[in-house]
């Protein structure tokens, strides 16, 4: 089946603690996204990747990181330096070409720090 | 003003009844518009998309676009309990791959 995955479902860390959270995409898009989405808000852009080993910042990138090695997978850290990062984060894809930017998102990740 | 906005609150309709949301935007140059649904607890699925001025119906839901007034609506026709959820608009700003998102309407439908 085509689609994007992302693990683990829920995630906790303990303050000070970087943690990584997966996304994999088998639908040959060329871009993929990060987002953050909290409670009654709509979703955040963290980082963008058009293409491997390319990425850009979205509005929100500060104490996150990013690695585009591979077209299929697009990894965030989360890191200590991310001062709130409870939150759901999705992952999503798109093809680049003809404009249309439709994104498919996974099924998230919810991080809790304890 | 925000990019993409979704001002009304919480909207709830009886089953059978239409659910008509709307959604403004700042960049009079964005060409691409979505719909997306999300149940409580789970990723937005999109639902729509639009690209042209005028009306795009697929089943019980239609996509309304007015660029010249920078708004697009999303109308529920017969509206069903597993309609019940956030509906998030999203909007291509500025001609490039990245998406605005408005914070959504939650839509209660009222069995």
């Known amino acids: 089946d085509g689609g994007i995955t992302q693990s683990p479902k829920y995630l906790f860390r303990k303050e000070g603690q970087n943690v990584t959270l997966s996304c994999e995409q088998n639908?040959?898009?060329?871009?993929m996204y990060w987002y953050r989405q909290d409670p009654g808000q709509g979703l955040r852009l963290i980082y963008y990747?058009?293409?491997?080993?390319?990425?850009q910042k979205g509005d929100i990138a500060e104490g996150y990181s990013v690695s585009r090695e591979k077209k299929e997978s697009f990894p965030l850290t989360v890191t200590s330096a991310q001062k709130n990062p409870t939150a759901f984060y999705l992952c999503?894809?798109?093809?680049?070409?003809?404009?249309?930017?439709?994104?498919?998102f996974g099924p998230g990740t919810r991080l809790t720090v304890l | 003003q925000k990019e993409v906005e979704q001002n009304s609150g919480p909207l709830s309709v009886p089953e059978g009844a239409i659910a008509s949301l709307n959604c403004t935007y700042s960049?009079?140059?964005?060409?691409?518009f979505f719909w997306y649904r999300q149940y409580s607890g789970k990723s937005p699925e999109l639902i729509m998309s639009i690209y042209s001025n005028g009306d795009k119906e697929d089943g019980r839901f239609t996509a309304q676009l007015n660029k010249a007034s920078q708004y697009v609506s999303l109308l529920i026709r017969d509206s069903q309990p597993s309609d019940s959820a956030t509906y998030l608009c999203?909007?291509?700003?500025?001609?490039?791959?990245?998406?605005?998102f408005g914070k959504g309407n939650q839509v209660v439908v009222i069995p």
């Open positions: 999503a894809s798109s093809i680049v070409s003809g404009g249309d930017n439709e994104q498919f």
């Open positions: 990747s058009q293409i491997v080993n390319d990425f």
């Open positions: 639908l040959n898009h060329d871009a």
């Open positions: 960049d009079r140059v964005s060409q691409s």
């Open positions: 999203a909007v291509n700003l500025y001609g490039n791959n990245r998406l605005a």
